[in-house]
């Protein structure tokens, strides 16, 4: 457990899990205000989508020499 490989894998799944978590209080998904299947996945696909653009502005620059 003390190991480096270890330290990792333990934050790769605290990240993994704490997404549902998210989801609910940044994203509201538990009271999205649609009716039927169709549109409920296609507001929870848009929900994840802002959640990935979030994401992929938050990164930092890679600079390439």
Not at 38 to 43: A, T
Not at 53 to 65: D, T
Request: with cysteine; aromatic share 10%.
């Amino acid at each position: 457990m003390d190991t480096k490989e270890y330290r990792e894998l333990a934050n790769q799944r605290a990240g993994i899990e704490g997404l549902p978590s998210v989801f609910r209080r940044k994203y509201n998904v538990d009271c999205m205000p649609v009716m039927g299947l169709v549109r409920s996945k296609l507001y929870f696909g848009i929900k994840v989508l802002a959640s990935n653009v979030k994401k992929l502005f938050k990164r930092p620059k890679v600079v390439i020499e």
